[in-house]
């Protein structure tokens, strides 16, 4: 079995998409299912009103809008790899979403629009990425547009993003001229024809770079090409593993998405440079990819993926082992035993029962209010995987129901979202209104449409007078209840019954550290309290 394991856990690949919005991020996810053959058509992201749309865009509001607002995840099967594949918002406001994704993968593909360069989303998850040195692969999209020089954008994503760029194709012209992109591992050319949909496979390759063919082809382009290639040879450092795999290097390819050109380049990258599952960190102990025992993490829940039958999914995230349907599981904050045997693997909406997974594999685990986000399951074993983040809110909200007689639907409702994710939900110590805290307006604006459409009752969602909130920790459980006691007009229960402490003005906060010495201030925490910033001081 052993074996067989390592076998399994080697071809796997898990890895996130993640960009700024509109860079083209859920159309290179569209083409890679595509070419993998795990879709036979496309959909077009921006089409709303077209019958088709994106496979990774599952929500009415993403379909309406053309962004994506949840983390899709998606299997297929690439070269004898099992590819996880999970599609994050690229919107600001659904960051928190992104962040506990990034958790869960051990690549990153960075998408990078060619006309906009580096754009401040972009810039923030890669920080989150190179915190976890996860390795990176940058893909430079939309060359097919008047875009910005290749050398220009190199040097700026070298520059903004603090990490050595060492291109692996490099484009022939660009816009209505762009003739194709040098593949400089392979020493060809695959010329560049327009059209979505068709297999890529039947591209044109043109041997040799420096085969005369080419300038005959692609004349000045061409030449102008080549020159930049043997620019960037002799000033950039060789393609080197180890930094790579330490998040210190990004091997970079250009191609526009839309066309479904350049895609198998970043899809053969993709299984040959990025890494197997690795160790995972528990408090306990390191757990590694290839024991025998099951264990794994919930990183992400969703509500109503499937409307009509009001569930929730657990999405989860195998470290070790071998899982089969049926197994007991125990889930360790809770001690709790479960026996999943509709487990689920996924193609986005579409799912597939699952009979087994193994280390590096996403499954779908039906969750009746069992499990919640940071959730460790094991064969029986006490383990708590870390490193799973929740933010202090930035904006808060006050959310009433239109309809009284809708009430006990707002609450499940906002439970639900809750346990998602999707919003934090605080429940006032003193007082009934339930209060929403969010990283952007988005946020808000999704939750109004959602419980209304998926829950069945229109929310009145209002101003509140709160900016800063923080987690409150204390050694000594009595300081702790005497401190809420004090301040139950403005204490709050989170989804897990932390409390937290919602003020007006980061003043408020200063002057209430000064007062209340032994109580912990926290920006941050993860699942069940464990928190992992230092408490701050403002």
Same mark, same amino acid.
């Given at each position: =079995? ?20 509109? +860079? ?6 569209? #083409? !890679?299912?595509?070419? &993998? ?21 599952? =929500? ?19 070269r004898d790899c099992v590819i996880n594949l999970l599609d994050t918002p690229g919107?600001? $406001? ?48 939309? =060359? ?6 290749? !050398? ?28 194709? *992109? ?20 039947? $591209? ?27 620019? *960037? ?69 969703? +509500?109503?993926? $499937? ?12 470290? &070790? ?8 599981? #125990? ?50 074993? &006490? !383990? ?18 239109? $309809? ?27 007082? &009934? ?5 969010? *990283? ?6 999704? *939750? ?91």
């Amino acid at each position: =079995m052993s074996s067989e394991l390592s076998d399994q856990v080697r071809r796997r690949r898990t890895f996130a998409i993640i960009s700024h919005p509109d +860079a083209g991020k859920t159309t290179l996810t569209e #083409k !890679l299912l595509l070419f &993998s053959g795990a879709i036979q058509i496309a959909g077009s992201v921006k089409a709303r009103k077209a019958s088709r749309h994106a496979t990774s865009d599952w =929500m009415e509001i993403e379909k309406q809008r053309g962004i994506s607002v949840a983390s899709s995840v998606m299997q297929m099967e690439f070269r004898d790899c099992v590819i996880n594949l999970l599609d994050t918002p690229g919107h600001q $406001d659904f960051s928190e979403d992104t962040y506990r994704v990034l958790t869960a993968v051990d690549a990153a593909l960075m998408v990078i629009d060619a006309a906009n360069g580096v754009e401040p989303q972009t810039r923030r998850l890669l920080q989150v990425c190179r915190a976890r040195n996860t390795p990176i692969l940058t893909f430079v999209n939309k =060359m097919d547009r008047e875009v910005q020089d290749p !050398l220009a954008l190199m040097d700026e994503i070298e520059r903004e993003l603090g990490m050595g760029v060492v291109p692996f194709t490099w484009p022939v012209g660009m816009g209505k001229f762009f003739g194709g *992109v040098l593949d400089l591992r392979k020493q060809q050319m695959r010329v560049f024809s327009s059209g979505q949909d068709r297999d890529r496979n039947d $591209d044109e390759i043109i041997d040799g770079l420096a085969n005369p063919l080419l300038e005959q082809r692609f004349g000045a382009a061409y030449t102008q090409a080549a020159g930049e290639v043997e620019l *960037v040879q002799e000033a950039a450092p060789p393609f080197d593993e180890a930094a790579f795999l330490a998040g210190r290097q990004t091997p970079m390819f250009f191609g526009s998405a839309i066309n479904n050109f350049g895609v198998r380049e970043v899809l053969d990258a993709l299984v040959d440079l990025a890494p197997p599952p690795g160790p995972k960190a528990a408090i306990q102990r390191v757990v590694q990819p290839t024991e025998p025992k099951f264990t794994g993490v919930v990183f992400k829940i969703q +509500a109503n993926m $499937d409307p009509a039958h009001r569930d929730r999914i657990a999405f989860v995230r195998v470290a &070790s082992g071998h899982f089969e349907r049926g197994m007991r599981l #125990k889930v360790t904050r809770s001690g709790k035993e479960l026996r999943p045997n509709t487990v689920v693997s996924f193609l986005s909406q579409r799912r597939e029962l699952l009979e087994e997974a193994y280390a590096g594999d996403i499954i779908g685990i039906p969750n009746h209010g069992v499990l919640q986000l940071g959730d460790t399951l094991t064969e029986g074993e &006490s !383990l708590q995987f870390t490193g799973l983040p929740f933010f202090a809110p930035e904006m808060f909200r006050s959310v009433e129901v239109a $309809d009284p007689l809708r009430t006990k639907q707002l609450r499940a409702g906002l439970t639900q979202l809750g346990e998602e994710g999707a919003i934090q939900v605080f429940r006032p110590v003193a007082g &009934s209104v339930l209060l929403l805290g969010a *990283v952007g307006q988005l946020q808000f604006e999704v *939750v109004a449409h959602r419980l209304e459409h998926e829950y069945g009752c229109k929310a009145r969602i209002m101003p509140a007078r709160y900016n800063v909130a923080r987690w409150v920790t204390c050694p000594d459980a009595k300081e702790l209840q005497r401190f809420i006691d004090g301040n139950a007009h403005r204490v709050a229960l989170d989804a897990v019954d932390a409390p937290c402490v919602l003020l007006e003005y980061a003043g408020e906060l200063r002057a209430m550290q000064d007062n209340w010495p032994k109580i912990q201030f926290h920006a941050l925490r993860e699942h069940a309290g464990l928190v992992f910033q230092k408490q701050l001081d403002g």
